[in-house]
């Protein structure tokens, strides 16, 4: 493929890994935990008294997949569609959204539902 060797790598990790990783990070959404990535670090929000010793190991454990996961955030336009699992009417629209604005986006199914993650193939690597 075209991506850098490092990026490469990054992504096969995160593709060999990545549906145990999605599980994680809908179970920590769930519980009200919030994820974002600011200049390259995992940041934690919303129920913050749910970081107890053992869930940040857990997130730590996990963080590299997180940032590459969380990585690059939503555009405005897509951003209520992320951060959560969605219906599959839900996904339907969203992914309508998407390529009416020409953005690129995965989406995985996770614990019933959909999930959504900006889309990580450069151009001409993207897979159906």
Not at 57 to 63: G, M, V
Not at 75 to 83: D, I, L, R, Y
Not at 86 to 114: C, F, H, K, R, Y
Request: proline share 5%; aromatic share 6%; glycine share 10%.
């Amino acid at each position: 493929m075209g991506c850098g060797n490092k990026g490469g790598q990054q992504m096969n990790k995160l593709s060999r890994y990545g549906i145990p990783v999605k599980i994680f990070y809908i179970n920590m959404l769930k519980l009200g935990l919030k994820f974002r990535v600011v200049d390259g670090q995992l940041k934690i929000g919303g129920n913050r008294e749910l970081l107890t010793d053992a869930v940040k190991a857990e997130i730590t454990k996990r963080a590299e997949f997180l940032i590459e996961m969380l990585t690059p955030p939503p555009s405005p336009e897509m951003a209520s569609h992320f951060g959560r699992l969605l219906t599959l009417d839900e996904l339907l629209v969203a992914l309508n959204t998407a390529q009416m604005l020409n953005e690129n986006i995965d989406s995985s199914p996770v614990d019933g539902g959909w999930l959504l993650t900006t889309g990580k193939f450069e151009k001409g690597n993207r897979t159906p």
